[in-house]
């Protein structure tokens, strides 16, 4: 069974700092993974999508990377700002299926 | 249209009573998904809608909960007998077709049993 950890559980950090939140996963036999952003009380947000054969991709101050063997992912923001302060999960979809597993998400805080 | 769209936002129900869900996914996409977050919980699949193949139902917590798509476009998410546990937030998500295009997620509906 496909399990998703994301370390740390809550971050806070001030404005202007770069971070980088992380994604593991138990079963490297993945599809894709895709990075999510919740806002409070709203749905998903779906920031980046990466699959399998691919390394990383990046949006704007996003960059996320697939290190599949290993059973992690990456998401760097650069340049943090106010307005990143969400929960970021990240998801991903095992053979043998096509619904997402999804990590335990990471709280954001991003501090004036 | 332009998104996913789910109806109610909000729904305030008495312990017991049957309620629907709707979700209007966005168009063309033949994959359509639920699932629930409760409180301080991570998201938890309920059930998946693949085109015309038998859906996915093995994410439904009980027989109180059932799911239908017709037209292969709107779906319902029904859950009969409400109770207090069944609170949380219902989330719809389709795709165009699977894994190789992400999922859209629409605002989800907050359910609260009283």
């Known amino acids: 069974k496909q399990e998703v950890t994301q370390i740390p559980a809550a971050l806070s950090v001030p404005e202007g700092e770069n971070l980088v939140l992380n994604c593991s996963f138990t079963d490297s036999a993945i599809y894709n993974l895709q990075w999510f952003r919740q806002d409070p009380g709203k749905g998903l947000t779906s920031l980046l999508l990466?699959?399998?054969?691919?390394r990383e991709q990046t949006s704007g101050r996003l960059n996320a990377s697939l290190d599949k063997s290993s059973g992690r992912s990456t998401l760097y923001i650069a340049a943090s700002q106010p307005g990143d302060s969400a929960t970021y999960l990240c998801?991903?979809?095992?053979?043998?299926?096509?619904?997402?597993?999804f990590g335990t998400g990471t709280q954001l805080k991003v501090e004036l | 249209g332009a998104g996913v769209s789910q109806s109610p936002s909000n729904k305030v129900t008495e312990k017991g009573k049957d309620v629907e869900l709707r979700c209007d996914p966005i168009?063309?996409?033949?994959?359509l998904y639920w699932y629930r977050q409760s409180l301080g919980q991570g998201l938890e699949f309920l059930i998946y809608?693949?085109?015309?193949?038998?859906?996915?139902k093995s994410g439904l917590p009980s027989d109180r909960f059932s799911a239908e798509r017709t037209g292969g476009s709107v779906s319902t998410l029904t859950i009969q007998r409400t109770q207090q546990e069944d609170s949380a937030v219902y989330l719809c998500?389709?795709?165009?077709?699977?894994?190789?295009?992400?999922?859209?997620f629409g605002s989800g509906t907050r359910l609260t049993v009283v």
């Open positions: 990466i699959q399998s054969s691919q």
């Open positions: 998500a389709s795709s165009l077709s699977g894994y190789n295009y992400g999922y859209t």
């Open positions: 809608f693949q085109g015309n193949s038998a859906p996915d």
């Open positions: 168009s063309g996409h033949t994959a």
């Open positions: 998801a991903v979809i095992t053979g043998g299926g096509n619904k997402l597993t």
